[in-house]
């Protein structure tokens, strides 16, 4: 399975930004899908989470500002950011995994076997 994420760039604060991360090969009847990000010198953080039934689950960092969609016809799972801050500024990685429970989300970033490559988000103050 191939993750390819997309979406990065540079944003003023308070600007919004979509990622969106697409699968491809073999790809999963049903799946849980997730965002991680990883700022400079910290660690890898989790940032939201849905399951293949459309539960959501969010970082308190981010809720309310960010909302994670899936589309699973095109297995492919987006991330809308809006209300950008300079502490949003990180590589933002797409993660999947196989699950049979549609409806489980997926928090711990060792729950993921599938992982894209990051998407850097810049958000100048």
């Known amino acids: 399975v191939q993750l390819q994420a997309s979406g990065g760039g540079l944003v003023q604060a308070g600007g919004s930004l979509r990622l969106s991360c697409a699968a491809s090969?073999?790809?999963?009847?049903?799946?849980?899908m997730g965002w991680f990000r990883q700022a400079p010198g910290k660690e890898r953080e989790f940032v939201a989470a849905?399951?293949?039934?459309?539960?959501?689950y969010y970082a308190d960092s981010v809720k309310g500002r960010f909302t994670i969609s899936i589309d699973n016809a095109k297995n492919t799972v987006y991330l809308q950011m809006n209300s950008l801050n300079p502490e949003d500024a990180a590589v933002y990685s797409c993660a999947a995994a196989d699950t049979r429970d549609i409806a489980r989300i997926l928090i711990s970033s060792y729950e993921y076997p599938y992982w894209g490559q990051g998407t850097k988000v810049t958000v100048s103050s």
């Open positions: 849905i399951s293949w039934s459309g539960n959501t």
């Open positions: 090969g073999r790809t999963f009847s049903t799946y849980a």
